[in-house]
């Protein structure tokens, strides 16, 4: 199931969002402020924000999120209902609203909409690789790529986030967890390992690019499509 991030400074709107979402079977992430939510984000599929928080607003959070290419769906909860303030959320990278006090089930609905809409799902096809989410098998041209834990979770975090750079510090996170007691040089080998198996190399690549001075990404015109 995709994960959510709830970010509110109301500990009992936190309580009760992540009893229904974790119901549905979702991993929630939880933050209070706008710098603890902005260091969350790249491990979400989905962000639930508050419009006004700590530190740094729901709105300018989902500014910066898509300046940075993150192409997650955003659900702002607020108690704004004007027509101006929803229209400034939307230009600023907001996809849906659901103004307070509102109902559990109702936010639970607009994140299932919302997924939907993006398309995320089980499986997914960029060009001649297949990566299935549910068996976590990869398939290049027909045939099956023989990969490890590691390099899958690698693989399928950049492919569903095309076109983002990511930090190596950021992918270590995502994928061996922020207590990993190694250093971030492990994305390296695992990524040349995952080079070699899909036949790209490192001047001409076809699905992973090396980012100078930052770390990779899954290249942009090569977007997870049905």
Do not use: C, N
Request: without cysteine.
């Amino acid at each position: 199931m995709p994960t959510v991030l709830i970010v509110d400074d109301d500990p009992a709107i936190l309580e009760v969002l992540r009893a229904y979402l974790k119901a549905e079977g979702h991993t929630v992430l939880e933050a209070q402020t706008g710098p603890d939510a902005w260091s969350l984000l790249p491990r979400a599929d989905v962000a639930v924000l508050d419009w006004m928080l700590p530190g740094l607003s729901g709105v300018q959070l989902a500014r910066d999120a898509r300046a940075a290419g993150l192409k997650l769906p955003i659900l702002m909860l607020t108690g704004r209902g004007e027509e101006e303030d929803k229209l400034r959320g939307l230009d600023g990278g907001v996809d849906d609203y659901v103004v307070k006090p509102f109902s559990p089930r109702e936010v639970t609905a607009r994140i299932r909409a919302l997924l939907r809409r993006v398309g995320v799902q089980d499986a997914f096809s960029v060009g001649e690789l297949h990566i299935d989410l549910r068996s976590r098998e990869v398939r290049l041209a027909g045939h099956r790529v023989d990969v490890s834990k590691l390099e899958f979770d690698l693989l399928a975090t950049m492919a569903q986030h095309a076109g983002m750079a990511w930090p190596r510090e950021r992918l270590l996170e995502r994928v061996w967890g922020s207590d990993f007691p190694g250093t971030d040089r492990v994305v390296d080998v695992h990524i040349t390992s995952l080079r070699r198996k899909l036949g790209d190399t490192l001047e001409t690549p076809r699905f992973i690019e090396t980012v100078r001075g930052v770390g990779y990404r899954f290249r942009e015109d090569d977007t997870p499509r049905l």
